[in-house]
């Protein structure tokens, strides 16, 4: 069983349009809504394929009750925290080219209790779970070391614990020494406080969370795919996508391919990268499942410590 954490799940809505022009008035093409936050969406795709999955979080108003409508036909079991404060929308607006900005608003505030229900819900669901996965930003209300916090419950309970936040909230769950964290270049960057310029300086960032407690770093590239740096070794595989419709969501379909493949490895690495091109094929941010992954089309390399990340869109 993989338990998913979204701290400030999501009502994704998705607006196609022809082209964004900041201050004009656009008429959209097509709109589409999905159930959102970085774990719904990694349950999602485990749930389509079948892998046994459960996803915590907090619900509030009536977005709070559509996100969960909108999960039941994708089968995906929830155990919802009741909150006060309505469940966010976020809106991703998508142009012909597929070039996708995202519009994410911060989320409810929860209260004391609110945080301690979900923390007491996460726990608990850990003792039933192989796999936890902690994922998201953090609503206001939330100490920046609610992943870390996860992340230590879990391991409590005997379950493998993967992150994937960004900012203080990762720096922290670092620390606490998860069996998995999945950055993209933004993310692995805030953590160096500088630029990212090759393959190489990837290289040296994951090895130094290796060398602080972090087991297995999966770096997610864009275009440029994916890097796993393990106990084992290191592995770039990459996959051109024949289309691209949206991007929002294909890490964390990335990151659902990795773990239902094992969680280790480079076959767990070619599995996650064949998620991640199926998912950039899909629109809105909707989840591939087993029938559109590809994992023979996706190409294993040795990781070229010189290939240039510049004008990579993370
Ligand atoms: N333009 C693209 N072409 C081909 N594959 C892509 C493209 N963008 C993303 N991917 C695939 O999706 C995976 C995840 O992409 P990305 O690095 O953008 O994740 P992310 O920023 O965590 O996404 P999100 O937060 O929206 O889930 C990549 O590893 C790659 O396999
Ligand atoms: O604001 P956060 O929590 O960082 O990200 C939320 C979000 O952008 O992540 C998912 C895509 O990865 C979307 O479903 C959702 O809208």
């Known amino acids: 069983m993989i338990v998913t954490v979204t701290p400030n799940p999501s009502l994704d809505r998705t607006v196609q349009v022809d082209r964004l022009v900041a201050g004009a008035v656009h008429r ?3 709109t589409r809504l999905d159930p959102g936050g970085k774990g719904v969406n990694v349950a999602r795709a485990l749930a ?11 619900s509030g108003g009536a ?19 009741p909150v006060q404060a309505p469940t966010r929308s976020n ?14 608003e911060p989320g409810p505030e929860l209260t004391p209790a609110e945080v301690a229900a ?22 206001a209300g939330c100490p920046d070391d ?3 916090r996860i992340v230590a419950a879990a391991r409590r309970a005997g379950a493998r614990v993967a992150v994937d936040t960004s900012g203080r909230p990762l720096e922290l769950a670092c620390q606490a020494a998860p069996d ?12 160096t406080g500088g630029p990212l310029r090759d393959l190489g300086d990837v290289l040296a960032v994951a090895h130094r969370l290796r060398a602080g407690g972090v087991a297995t770093v999966l770096v997610s590239l864009g275009q440029l795919g994916a890097v796993l740096v393990a106990e084992t070794g290191t592995w770039h595989a990459t996959s051109s996508a024949t289309e691209v419709r949206s991007t929002v969501g294909a890490g964390d379909a990335m990151l659902a391919g990795f773990l239902r493949a094992g969680g280790i490895g480079p076959a767990a690495l070619r599995t996650a990268v064949a998620y991640g091109t199926a998912a950039v094929g899909l629109a809105g941010s909707r989840m591939p499942g087993p029938d559109d992954i590809h994992p023979l089309r996706v190409r294993m390399d040795a990781v070229d410590k ?9």
């Not at 010189?306 to 993370?314: D, E, F, Q, W, Y």
Request: proline share 6%; glycine share 6%; net charge negative.
């Open 28 to 30: 959209t093409l097509r």
């Open 63 to 81: 977005a709070g009750a559509r996100l969960a409508e909108l999960l039941a036909p994708e089968a995906v079991p929830v155990v919802e925290v």
């Open 48 to 58: 389509a394929a079948e892998v046994p999955t459960l996803a915590v979080l907090p």
């Open 180 to 191: 998995l964290v999945k950055p993209n270049l933004v993310e692995l960057a805030e953590l």
């Open 146 to 148: 609610l992943h870390a």
């Open 91 to 104: 809106i991703a607006v998508v142009e012909a080219d597929g070039t996708t900005s995202k519009f994410n």
């Open 118 to 139: 979900l923390e007491r819900a996460a726990a608990e669901q850990a003792g039933r779970a192989d796999w936890l996965v902690t994922c998201g930003s953090l609503p």
């Open 306 to 314: 010189t290939v240039s990340l510049s004008g990579v869109a993370a």
